[in-house]
């Protein structure tokens, strides 16, 4: 019976992924850089307060989300922009 409602959400959920759920390397991938990601946000706990942690880090997630996401479309962004967002994530 799970495998049946798994199954329907998948294809609920990952009905725009593009194959996402077909290929175990997409999501190998994810996941580790995911676990990488939390591993050094706890480390960076050990020697910050909880809130300067936070606020870099939703800083380096948004400006490396905007510079991906300009390199993954191909879009002809200035170099005013990217200095921009190197200033947001310092």
Not at 2 to 17: D, E, G, I, P
Not at 44 to 68: D, F, K, N, Q, Y
């Amino acid at each position: 019976m799970w495998r049946v409602r798994w199954k329907w959400r998948q294809r609920r959920l990952f009905r725009f992924a593009g194959g996402l759920t077909s290929s175990r390397l997409g999501s190998t991938a994810s996941s580790f850089i995911a676990g990488m990601s939390l591993f050094c946000l706890n480390r960076s706990l050990e020697g910050v307060p909880l809130r300067t942690v936070c606020a870099v880090w939703t800083g380096i997630g948004a400006a490396g989300t905007a510079m991906l996401g300009a390199w993954a479309i191909g879009e002809a962004a200035p170099q005013r922009i990217f200095v921009g967002l190197k200033f947001v994530s310092a």
